[in-house]
C-alpha cells in the first residue's frame, strides 16, 4: 500500500533555531499534502495544504513566515518552523493524497520540541 | 463548509464488551467519512472509510461503521474490545477525495482488564 515517509519522528532543538520536517510519498506521486499540527491532548489542525509547484495555501490564523512550507516535487513536501520557540512544541503530521483505497495516506508524526 | 462532532472525549469499556464510538457529521456535499486511530507519539493509522458505496463499512482490526444519512453519523462499533484497542480515535470528513479533512475532537478509548 501507499507509504508516506516523514522524518524526523522527534527533534529537540533550541529557541531560535529553525527544524525542518521532511514528508515523503514513497510509492506514489503526491499532488497534495496537507499538514497538521496537534496540541497535546487535541485534535488535529490543519495549518496549510501544499500543492507541487505552487505556494502553500495556509490556514487562518497560521504564521506564512514561521512555517515554510515547500513542494518542489510529486514526492516531496518540507515544512520548516523557522526561529523556533517553546509554544511551537507540538506534534505535527503530514498527509497526502492518492494512491489506495485510503484516500489519504498519513505520515508517523513529528514530536517537536524547543528549548 | 464541513465538520464533525464526537460524542465523549473519553470512553471506557471493560475487555470484551461492545465498543461505540460516536461520530455526526455536517457537510454540503455528499461526504466522504473517515475513522482514523492513533497510537500514542504514533500518527493516524486509517481504520476505516466510507465513499457512497455500501453503508456498513468494515474496516481492520474487527471495527465497523455504519453511514446513515437520515441522521448524519458515522459511528464506530466492535463487538468486542480488547486491551489493545485502547487508543485515541479521530472521526473525519471530507466533500471530496482530494480535499482537506475537518477532523473531529477525538474520543480517547479505555479498556478495562
Known amino acids: 500500500g501507499a507509504v508516506v515517509s516523514q522524518h524526523p519522528s522527534r527533534v529537540i532543538c533550541k529557541s531560535g533555531t529553525s527544524v525542518k520536517i521532511e514528508c515523503r510519498s514513497l510509492d506514489f506521486q503526491a499532488t497534495t499534502m496537507f499538514w497538521y499540527r496537534q496540541f497535546p491532548k487535541q485534535s488535529l489542525m490543519l495549518m496549510a495544504t501544499?500543492?507541487?509547484?505552487?505556494?502553500?495555501?495556509?490556514e487562518q490564523g497560521v504564521e506564512k513566515d514561521k512555517f515554510l512550507i515547500n513542494h518542489a516535487s510529486l514526492t516531496l513536501s518540507t515544512l520548516t518552523v523557522t526561529s523556533a520557540h517553546p509554544e511551537d512544541s507540538s506534534f505535527y503530521i503530514c498527509?497526502?493524497?492518492?494512491?489506495?483505497?485510503?484516500?489519504?495516506?498519513f505520515g508517523s508524526g513529528t514530536r517537536l520540541t524547543v528549548v | 463548509a464541513q465538520s464533525v462532532t464526537q460524542l465523549g472525549s473519553h470512553v471506557s469499556v471493560s475487555e470484551g464488551a461492545l465498543v461505540l464510538l460516536r461520530c455526526n457529521y455536517s457537510s454540503s456535499v455528499p461526504p466522504y467519512l473517515f475513522w482514523y486511530v492513533q497510537y500514542p507519539n504514533q500518527g493516524l493509522q486509517l481504520l476505516l472509510k466510507?465513499?457512497?458505496?455500501?453503508?456498513l463499512v468494515k474496516g481492520i482490526n474487527g471495527f465497523e461503521a455504519e453511514f446513515k444519512k437520515s441522521e448524519t453519523s458515522f459511528h464506530l462499533t466492535k463487538p468486542s474490545a480488547h486491551m489493545s484497542d485502547a487508543a485515541e480515535y479521530f472521526c473525519a470528513v471530507s466533500g471530496n477525495a482530494g480535499n482537506m479533512l475537518t477532523f473531529g475532537g477525538g474520543t480517547r478509548l479505555m479498556v478495562k482488564p
Open positions: 466510507y465513499t457512497s458505496a455500501a453503508t
Open positions: 501544499s500543492n507541487e509547484g505552487s505556494k502553500a495555501t495556509y
Open positions: 498527509s497526502a493524497e492518492g494512491g489506495t483505497l485510503s484516500g489519504y495516506t
